[in-house]
């Protein structure tokens, strides 16, 4: 069962005067209707709360997940009973987001991947640094330039904000980039 924005959530997402906080908000933008209340959960790191509230409170609905044409569709009684929302049971994290990516690989998408990084970890702290990484960026043109600043910035995120940050961003850059290609050698 999917979770989706209800009007009354499409209301506060547009309202200028804030009623959830920003982590509520973040859910709401999350439910679009095709993230399961364990997706959601994961993606959030919560144990259920966050959506659990948003349920009471009207703003998340539950949505059956779509089903053949051949079986009937299930009425919203049956839906509510079979996802009580007093049961909040944690999701199992195995792997991190990087490994289900299924994107397309690119550098055009390492390169926004990298602004992103630039200004969400070094904008506020080290503007002058921002800037720099931000130039550099801009003129890179092939696959090692744009490693060459990539390591920059990930031993900068090293000691700003410990190895395994900096180990994480590494895994998520190194599937957004594209295959290198490979040489034939010659017969």
Known sequence: MQLHRTDKAKAELASRERVLSVRERGALFLADGTKTRNEMMLLLQDSGGVLDKLL?????????????????????????????????????????????????????TTRMFLFDICERMFVRKLPELATQYRNQLREARDRAAMLKIADQMLFTVADI????????LSERIAMLLPLEPVEAEPA
Do not use: C, N, W
């Open 161 to 168: 904000a410990g190895q395994e940050r900096a180990d994480g």
């Open 56 to 108: 009471s409170e009207g703003y998340l609905a539950i949505q059956a997940l779509a089903k053949p044409a051949a079986m009937p569709a299930a009425t919203p009684k049956a839906i509510t009973a079979e996802a009580p929302s007093d049961v909040a049971t944690p999701p199992v994290i195995e792997k991190s987001a990087s490994d289900s990516f299924d994107g397309k690989r690119s550098l055009a």
